[in-house]
């Protein structure tokens, strides 16, 4: 059975967007629900700027006071040298992401840099992670389609994933931001990804605006991609993507993937109760399909 790798973002990508900000306590009872999932690696925070991020201002804070099981893999996003500098007095994180736009619109939009600029800021942060001692991976958004320019060119995505891949970040994922991408798209970009770098690890990133996640999902398996971002619930979005709605919820990734015959280690009913307590810390219902299977009077027919 082939393993493929859950990386679950609902701490830092699905918080960040929720419009109810969590107190630390109620992080911490998400954090260690999600831990105890059987999922190898989870995003539990960011060191982005806190006026930029309001909802995960209080990640020294978080961090100090949880409870990271042997193991597991902790990362955080680290933007910028100044969030480099954050990063390195925090113990439990073992992996740094770094994350930009395949679009020039959106990522002035978003971190208002030009790509040529992040992708400086991103050597950076590379080198103060290797000081550090800890690893690096680079997330690309807008891989697909950007809200503001249209579908991206294939191109483009390459050198990108090309300038990070030289810096020394050998994990690189590829976002749907929006939630446009097809089955045939993901095909089109994974083998472009494994033609152009053969030896990166590449992972996908996909939203599920469209309802089309979980087919993309099974794409990029096919292609051989063995890493999936998600979040539990399907919690968060994109503040800088109008229209985006929630990444795919981890669970329903988890029961799809394992239905045809791939292996996760993830645990469906610990992924599913977490799913339904982050539903309830943040105040609406999550757009999640398999949690709503474990709620309490679900048939289970």
Same mark, same amino acid.
């Given at each position: 059975?082939?393993?493929?790798?859950?990386?679950?973002?609902? /701490?830092?990508?699905?918080?960040?967007?929720?419009?109810?900000?969590?107190?630390?306590?109620?992080?911490?009872?998400?954090?260690?629900?999600?831990?105890?999932?059987?999922?190898?690696?989870?995003?539990?925070?960011?060191?982005?700027?806190?006026?930029?991020?309001?909802?995960?201002?209080?990640?020294?804070?978080?961090?100090?006071? +949880?409870?990271?099981?042997?193991?597991?893999?902790?990362?955080?996003? &680290?933007?910028?040298?100044?969030?480099?500098?954050?990063?390195?007095?925090?113990?439990?994180?073992?992996?740094?992401?770094?994350?930009?736009?395949?679009?020039?619109?959106?990522?002035?939009?978003?971190?208002?840099?030009?790509?040529?600029?992040?992708?400086?800021?991103?050597?950076?942060?590379?080198?103060?992670?290797?000081?550090?001692?800890?690893?690096?991976?680079?997330?690309?958004?807008?891989?697909?389609?950007?809200?503001? +320019?249209?579908?991206?060119?294939?191109?483009? &995505?390459?050198? &990108?994933?090309?300038?990070?891949?030289?810096?020394?970040?050998?994990?690189?994922?590829?976002?749907?931001?929006?939630?446009?991408?097809?089955?045939?798209?993901?095909?089109?970009? &994974?083998?472009?990804?494994?033609?152009?770098?053969?030896?990166?690890?590449?992972?996908?990133?996909?939203?599920?605006?469209?309802?089309?996640?979980?087919?993309?999902?099974?794409?990029g398996a096919a292609e051989g991609v063995r890493i999936f971002d998600g979040s539990v619930g399907g919690m968060g979005g994109c503040p800088y993507a109008p229209g985006a709605t929630g990444n795919v919820a981890?669970?329903?990734?988890?029961?799809?993937?394992?239905?045809?015959?791939?292996?996760?280690?993830?645990?469906?009913?610990?992924?599913?109760?977490?799913?339904?307590?982050?539903?309830?810390?943040?105040?609406?219902?999550?757009?999640?399909?398999? /949690?709503?299977?474990?709620?309490?009077?679900?048939?289970?027919?």
């Amino acid at each position: 059975m082939d393993r493929v790798t859950l990386r679950e973002v609902g /701490m830092r990508d699905g918080l960040q967007a929720e419009d109810r900000t969590l107190s630390t306590e109620e992080k911490l009872e998400l954090l260690a629900a999600v831990s105890r999932c059987g999922i190898e690696r989870l995003e539990v925070t960011s060191f982005v700027h806190p006026k930029a991020i309001p909802q995960l201002q209080d990640a020294e804070t978080l961090l100090l006071r +949880a409870e990271k099981p042997a193991g597991q893999i902790w990362s955080a996003l &680290v933007p910028n040298a100044r969030g480099a500098e954050r990063a390195a007095k925090a113990s439990l994180i073992d992996e740094w992401t770094f994350f930009l736009s395949a679009s020039e619109e959106h990522n002035q939009a978003n971190v208002r840099r030009s790509v040529a600029e992040s992708l400086a800021e991103a050597e950076a942060v590379a080198e103060a992670a290797r000081t550090a001692g800890r690893a690096i991976s680079g997330v690309v958004a807008t891989s697909f389609v950007c809200p503001y +320019a249209g579908e991206t060119p294939v191109g483009d &995505v390459v050198r &990108v994933a090309r300038r990070l891949y030289g810096l020394g970040y050998r994990t690189l994922l590829f976002g749907d931001t929006i939630g446009a991408a097809s089955p045939h798209m993901v095909r089109r970009l &994974v083998r472009a990804l494994q033609d152009a770098l053969p030896e990166a690890t590449l992972g996908l990133h996909f939203h599920n605006t469209r309802g089309q996640a979980p087919a993309n999902a099974l794409a990029g398996a096919a292609e051989g991609v063995r890493i999936f971002d998600g979040s539990v619930g399907g919690m968060g979005g994109c503040p800088y993507a109008p229209g985006a709605t929630g990444n795919v919820a981890t669970e329903d990734l988890a029961w799809l993937l394992e239905a045809e015959g791939y292996e996760t280690g993830a645990d469906l009913a610990a992924l599913s109760a977490a799913a339904l307590l982050a539903e309830r810390l943040a105040g609406r219902r999550l757009p999640g399909s398999v /949690m709503r299977t474990f709620e309490e009077g679900a048939c289970a027919s």
